[in-house]
């Protein structure tokens, strides 16, 4: 028999199993949800961190710009 092989057994690959005809709804395992859920977390957490930091920016811009305007005001 050679080492080398044409064919492919399987070896090292991932396999995804599909769903059956009798198993339509099949959603991957318990691992596979909490694995959606989890990063559906963190994606509404990373979400509200960006809203959050932009509503800050805004403040600051905001707050800047009324001292620039502040400061106009007593110079003049």
């Not at 990373?46 to 110079?75: H, L, T």
């Amino acid at each position: 028999m050679s080492g080398t092989s044409t064919e492919n057994d399987g070896q090292g690959m991932i396999v995804n199993p599909k769903p059956t005809a009798d198993n339509q709804d099949w959603d991957g395992d318990d691992a596979d949800r909490a694995d959606r859920l989890r990063f559906e977390e963190e994606q509404a957490m990373i979400r509200e961190q960006s809203e959050a930091r932009a509503a800050k920016a805004a403040a600051e811009a905001k707050k800047s710009e009324a001292e620039k305007e502040a400061a106009k005001k007593e110079a003049s």
